[in-house]
């Protein structure tokens, strides 16, 4: 059974309501498909024309998963929007657990411009 968890920073500053809307998302799609799983849940750019991107990362191996060295991709209608190879040394998913999360594609990462509309993010080892 997944168990959703927040990163320390992520529990203290999340607004009420996207904090229920990110339970709502985790429970309509907790089901073990892969052994690591994004469930999308926001895009956006900001004002450095950075891509974010954030979702729900399902961790459902046995194992904790390091936030070190994932390549990752953003796409949109199965078109490479950007991608990205990102680390965060100080960070794991414990095993069997969720957690929201948005990853930060800087501008010169980006491929084409997106539509911000029903994209989805992959790791390139998949």
């Known amino acids: ?10 529990d203290k500053t999340i607004s009420l309501g996207d904090r229920k809307q990110i339970e709502i998302t985790f429970e309509q799609a907790n089901e073990e498909a892969t052994r690591i799983k994004y469930i ?9 024309e950075e891509l974010l991107i954030t979702v729900i990362v399902q961790n459902f191996s ?5 936030f070190t060295q994932l390549p990752l991709r953003y ?11 990102f680390s965060f040394p100080n960070l794991e998913l414990a095993a069997r657990s969720s957690m929201p999360w948005t990853f930060i594609f800087p501008e010169n ?12 993010l992959e790791d390139t080892h998949a």
């Open 40 to 48: 999308p849940f926001w895009q956006a750019r900001n004002y450095r």
């Open 62 to 66: 046995d194992e904790a998963m390091p």
């Open 109 to 120: 990462t980006i491929e084409r411009e997106p539509n911000l509309d029903e994209g989805k």
């Open 75 to 85: 796409m949109e209608e199965g078109e490479l929007v950007a991608s990205h190879t």
């Open 1 to 10: 059974m997944q168990q959703l968890v927040w990163e320390q920073a992520w």
